[in-house]
């Protein structure tokens, strides 16, 4: 009977919108899964991919009737949890495709973990919480330095433990927008910009792999890979793709390309490329509406609740969203280096599925329980 009365209670109160429009965009994903992956002759991406996506959906449903102030409470907990999870990549990492450490394999598990995939929703639950302890004083220096220790500890463990400079972005883009939301004072801002035109030259010639310089270099210098054979290649293929689908596409299991699984991470990294092959700008530029509807619903649903915690926290995972999604299709225009980043809900990846309904979990939970701020008429942000 309890179960019962909690389903009853998510059907009334959980946000079904949301629930829709990230169901609707997963089997917009498993379609092109199952037609990117079509050249394998073998089934197994696909039910992972559905597997992925039942459990994804299970963990909407308990974000949703779970209270993440409860988490939220245990910020050092989380804190730790986060170093400790992406520092076991030290001692059991896999190399993925990209060349970066990212991945723990478990023989129990159907596909791999990827630590900082998981832990960048804590990431946000922490930022959350403390800009909100601290929102009266939230532009004072001491507490910015805690807020940037607090992001510069993550970081450089995700960077030291396993080189992936992509997913460490990811953070770093979460961060400047949840603090900018937060009031943090435009002089901090400025100021971190001068620190990285300072820091610049370290970060180049001494922290950046040499493959990782000819990725952005060659962007706007041809004659780093001339042939198209080296740090261009996915690209090149990825934008032939692209150029084959025109308007309207090829048709889903037609594109030609991608049938012949030119591209090897095109079930991936690049699924955006397959999906413009065979369906087209059309089928692309509706992808896109259906996944910035998700990303609007988050920020709707954060300035909603009337609760500034709870605004954070949801404008903090729609900037992840919004960050992977700019990066992914821009990297398949050969706008922006390949950096290994998924579109969320459509690529094939088990960890990238799960935490992404594990987030809009989070976002569903807050609209089921709207908390007015009573104290946002006496504690102001300082600006």
Not at 64 to 81: H, P, V, W
Not at 275 to 289: D, F, R, S, T, Y
């Amino acid at each position: 009977m309890r179960v019962i009365r909690w389903i009853g209670i998510f059907l009334r109160k959980a946000d079904m919108l949301l629930l829709s429009l990230c169901i609707a965009a997963s089997v917009f994903g498993i379609l092109m899964v199952s037609s990117a992956s079509a050249h394998f002759a073998s089934s197994r991406f696909v039910l992972l991919q559905v597997v992925a996506v039942l459990l994804g959906i299970a963990i909407y449903v308990l974000l949703t009737l779970f209270d993440i102030d409860i988490l939220a409470e245990q910020t050092r907990i989380l804190f730790l949890f986060n170093i400790f999870f992406i520092g076991t990549l030290f001692f059991w990492g896999v190399q993925g495709n990209t060349g970066n450490r990212s991945w723990l394999e478990f023989s129990w598990l159907p596909f791999n973990v990827q630590p900082a995939e998981i832990c960048k929703i804590t990431f946000i639950i922490i930022n959350a919480k403390l800009m909100s302890t601290y929102r009266s004083r939230i532009s004072e220096p001491r507490v910015v330095l805690l807020l940037l220790a607090h992001l510069l500890a993550t970081v450089l463990v995700i960077l030291a433990a396993s080189d992936d400079m992509g997913v460490a972005l990811i953070y770093v883009f979460v961060f400047l927008i949840m603090a900018y939301t937060a009031g943090v004072s435009k002089f901090w801002f400025l100021s971190g910009l001068g620190v990285i035109a300072v820091a610049a030259p370290v970060l180049w010639f001494v922290i950046l792999r040499q493959d990782q310089k000819n990725r952005i270099l060659a962007l706007f210098d041809p004659a780093i890979d001339p042939a198209g054979e080296g740090v261009l290649w996915q690209t090149n293929l990825s934008l032939r793709s692209i150029r084959n689908g025109g308007l309207t596409g090829m048709g889903l299991f037609h594109g030609a390309l991608t049938q012949a699984g030119v591209n090897p991470q095109q079930h991936n990294d690049f699924i955006f490329s397959a999906v413009v092959e065979e369906l087209g700008i059309i089928g692309a530029v509706i992808l896109l509406l259906l996944l910035f509807a998700i990303i609007t619903r988050c920020i709707y649903v954060g300035v909603k609740s009337g609760n500034y915690m709870r605004k954070t926290l949801c404008i903090g995972i729609a900037a992840m969203l919004l960050f992977q999604i700019t990066v992914n299709v821009g990297m398949c225009l050969g706008l922006l280096p390949v950096v290994g980043l998924t579109l969320p809900f459509i690529s094939y990846g088990g960890s990238s599925i799960v935490a992404t309904f594990f987030a809009v979990g989070i976002v569903s939970g807050v609209h089921m329980r709207p908390s007015p701020d009573h104290e946002n008429k006496y504690i102001r942000p300082q600006y």
